[in-house]
T-cell receptor
Framework: NAGVTQTPKFQVLKTGQSMTLQCAQD?????MYWYRQDPGMGLRLIYY???????DKGEVPNGYNVSRLNKREFSLRLESAAPSQTSVYFC??????????FGDGTRLSIL | EDKVVQSPLSLVVHEGDTVTLNCSYE??????LLWYKQEKKAPTFLFML????IEKKSGRLSSILDKKELFSILNITATQTGDSAVYLC????????????FGQGTTLQVKP
């Protein structure tokens, strides 16, 4: 019973490097989300996908791109990492319109 | 600007105590208010509140929404050490965007 699976769990990057965070869900949900969580700021929506093939910007999309490859997978890409993108990233999915199931997060540090 | 504010930011209690966590908001139109519990990793969904004055209950946890006074409370009775977590309140604006506005969270520590 995996739910939402994120990889990797931890990553350290240098400024300017690129990387892709992976997310997969096995609950046949239409909606998937990417959030970032910074101390004292709650969670902020980066991108949202209502269904396969569609994506929409959230509150803080700058510096990120996403791909909804199929119903299961929703990836987040940092093209040129910046120290301001140091954060914990959560992927979530939903069959009911709001994020209901979250992955365990990816802790990303950018030096 | 839409805003969600939680109080207190942190709280330390002893097992058996009752706690009340507060969530106030400045949002003009929204669908629901949500509560999540976050232990070390992923937030887990607790409650969804849509109508004012109707209490939602799950075991020792309960929550209510007051749309007139623009706040919600989360009550935990007979606290246990396993209740130690960050409790997040969020306003669900619109299912078309999936957008939630989160508060900063309340960190609850329950001591034995």
């Amino acid at each position: 019973n995996a739910g939402v699976t994120q990889t990797p769990k931890f990553q350290v990057l240098k400024t300017g490097q690129s990387m892709t965070l992976q997310c997969a869900q096995d609950m046949n949900h239409n909606s998937m989300y990417w959030y970032r969580q910074d101390p004292g700021m709650g969670l902020r929506l980066i991108y949202y996908s209502a269904s396969e093939g569609t994506t929409d910007k959230g509150e803080v999309p700058n510096g990120y791109n996403v791909s909804r490859l199929n119903k299961r997978e929703f990836s987040l890409r940092l093209e040129s990492a910046a120290p301001s993108q140091t954060s914990v990233y959560f992927c979530a999915s939903s069959g009911s319109g709001f994020p209901q199931h979250f992955g365990d997060g990816t802790r990303l540090s950018i030096l | 600007e839409d805003k969600v504010v939680q109080s207190p930011l942190s709280l330390v209690v002893h097992e058996g105590d009752t706690v009340t966590l507060n969530c106030s908001y400045e949002v003009t139109n929204f669908r629901s208010l949500l509560w999540y519990k976050q232990e070390k990793k992923a937030p887990t969904f607790l409650f969804m509140l849509t109508s004012s004055g109707i209490e939602k209950k799950s075991g020792r946890l309960s929550s209510i929404l007051d749309k007139k006074e623009l706040f919600s409370i989360l009550n935990i009775t007979a606290t246990q050490t396993g209740d130690s977590a960050v409790y997040l309140c969020a306003i669900f604006l619109n299912s078309n965007t999936g957008k939630l506005i989160f508060g900063q969270g309340t960190t609850l520590q329950v001591k034995p």
